[in-house]
Structures are given as structure tokens and as C-alpha cells.
């Protein structure tokens, strides 16, 4: 992949990864949502959604929000 490819891609990763942050913060305060939390057994699917989407996101620029819930040497 060309440099400009790499560029372009870290671009949209990182912008998906902030649209996602900003939605599972919830500004609108439950107004605007995909799936209204409301509803029995999938009002929440979009959360859980959004959630992985984050998490590779971050992955894909080495962090690893797993490593945070391991325990340490000693422990």
C-alpha cells in the first residue's frame, strides 16, 4: 500500500473511531439514535455495535484496551 493509501486509511479509521466516541457518549441525550434503547432485547445493539467498531479501531493504531483489565506481575 502506497503511502498516500496508508494516509488515507489511518484517516478514516481515526475519523470513524472519534464518530463512534462522540455517539456512545450520548449528546443528544437518547433523541438521535439508530436503535431506540426503549425496545426489548435490541435497544442496546448499537451500543454494543459501535463498541467493537471502537475497540479495532484502536487496535489498528496498537492499543489495546483489553491489556488495561489484565492483571500485573505480582498480582
Known amino acids: 500500500m502506497t503511502d ?5 486509511r489511518s484517516f478514516l479509521v481515526w475519523s ?9 457518549m ?6 438521535l ?3 431506540p ?5 435490541y435497544g ?6 459501535a463498541t467493537v467498531i471502537l475497540i479495532s479501531g484502536l487496535r489498528y493504531f496498537g492499543l489495546d484496551v483489553a ?3 489484565q492483571k500485573g506481575p505480582g498480582e
Request: net charge negative; proline share 5%; with cysteine.
Open 4 to 8: 498516500v493509501g496508508k494516509l488515507s
Open 16 to 24: 470513524v473511531c472519534i464518530a463512534l466516541a462522540v455517539y456512545l
Open 26 to 31: 450520548n449528546p443528544t441525550a437518547g433523541e
Open 33 to 35: 439514535e439508530l436503535l
Open 37 to 41: 434503547d426503549r425496545a426489548p432485547f
Open 44 to 49: 442496546n445493539i448499537d451500543e454494543v455495535v
Open 67 to 69: 491489556k488495561f483489565f
